[in-house]
C-alpha cells in the first residue's frame, strides 16, 4: 500500500506563492508517475499538472502553465508543486496522486493512489 501526505495548503493573497508538498511512504516512490488534481466546491476534479517516475517529463495544465511547476525529489520520496502568481479562481482542494508506472503518464484521475487533499484559498 502506499500513502500519500500531502502538505503547504493554506490561505494566501492574490499575487502571492505557495508551495505544496506530497510525502510518499508504503513503496519504491521512483516506481510512480505521479499528479496534482484540484478541485473546487461544486466543480469536478481537475487534473493541474503530472511528472514522469525518473522526473524528465513534466505536463501542466494550460490554465496553470507559466504559474505552477510539478517537481519530484526521489531521494526525498516527495513530489512538490510550486505555485506562483495565485489567483482567485486556483483556490481548491489539491489533491496529490500516484499511478504505478507503465511507460506512460496520465492527464486524467484515473491513478492508483490519492492523498487527503491540502485546502489553498486564494483571495483577491
Known amino acids: 500500500q502506499v500513502q500519500l501526505v500531502e502538505s503547504g495548503g493554506g490561505l494566501v493573497q492574490a499575487g502571492g506563492s505557495l508551495r505544496l508538498s506530497c510525502a510518499v511512504s508504503?513503496?519504491?516512490?521512483?516506481?510512480?508517475?505521479m499528479a496534482w488534481f484540484r478541485q473546487a466546491p461544486g466543480k469536478e476534479r481537475e487534473f493541474v499538472a503530472c511528472i514522469t517516475w525518473s522526473g524528465g517529463a513534466t505536463y501542466h495544465a494550460d490554465s496553470v502553465k507559466g504559474r505552477f511547476t510539478i517537481s519530484r525529489d526521489n531521494a526525498e520520496n516527495t513530489v512538490y508543486l510550486q505555485m506562483k502568481s495565485l489567483k482567485p479562481e486556483d483556490t481548491a482542494v489539491y489533491y496529490c496522486?500516484?499511478?504505478?508506472?507503465?511507460?506512460?503518464?496520465?492527464?486524467?484521475?484515473?491513478?492508483?493512489?490519492w492523498g487527503q487533499g491540502t485546502q489553498v484559498t486564494v483571495s483577491s
Open positions: 508504503g513503496r519504491t516512490f521512483s516506481n510512480y508517475a
Open positions: 496522486a500516484a499511478k504505478v508506472w507503465t511507460g506512460y503518464i496520465s492527464m486524467k484521475p484515473n491513478y492508483d493512489y
